[in-house]
């Protein structure tokens, strides 16, 4: 037995044909209940910002077990290999500008507070953007955009940094662009 209780009821309700497009990291998959955790997608995965279990001290114990292996920075930690999974490029953007960190910060670097900064930054904007149905430039089953505005993006690059008032510079970094305050995010 498949269980879709809430795509099935949207389908029958719209008696329509559900699509689902993904971009970059996402899939759609049928299963049988209680295998999820078998799956592909979900066998083996980190633990989320979402979960219960991403504390603290799980995030210090992920970062020191980083720095026993190559050199990262915050932007890979928080982009690259889904080590914290669900984060991708843009709203890593808004978890450096909120930790104060310019994303070739190494992690190796992290001053104490720096760490708890990175952590409350991670936590506190994926709850911000849960909370708000995801970004503005995405939309859900219904075609409905999230209400979750990014801070760091296309659109602040050479515009006055919200909270100095100095120009949001652009980079490349890491196979895609970083939005950042050079005052703010030393």
Request: with cysteine; charged share 25%; hydrophobic share 35%.
């Amino acid at each position: 037995m498949f269980e879709l209780p809430e795509f099935t009821t949207l389908a029958r309700q719209m008696n329509e044909t559900l699509t689902v497009m993904t971009a970059m990291w996402g899939a759609m998959e049928l299963y049988e209940a209680g295998q999820e955790l078998e799956r592909k997608y979900l066998k083996g995965m980190r633990t989320t910002p979402i979960d219960p279990e991403f504390t603290f001290d799980y995030f210090s114990a992920l970062i020191d077990e980083l720095l026993r292996g190559e050199k990262r920075s915050a932007k890979s930690l928080l982009t690259q290999g889904q080590i914290i999974p669900g984060l991708g490029n843009a709203i890593a953007q808004d978890i450096m500008f909120h930790a104060r960190l310019h994303p070739r910060h190494a992690l190796a670097d992290l001053a104490p507070g720096q760490r708890r900064d990175l952590f409350d930054a991670i936590v506190d904007t994926v709850r911000e953007v849960t909370e708000k149905g995801g970004r503005n430039d995405e939309v859900d089953l219904l075609g409905k955009p999230g209400g979750y505005v990014r801070i760091m993006d296309s659109r602040a690059a050479g515009k006055p940094c919200p909270e100095c008032g100095r120009a949001v510079e652009k980079i490349q970094y890491l196979g895609g662009a970083c939005y950042f305050c050079p005052q703010c995010q030393q």
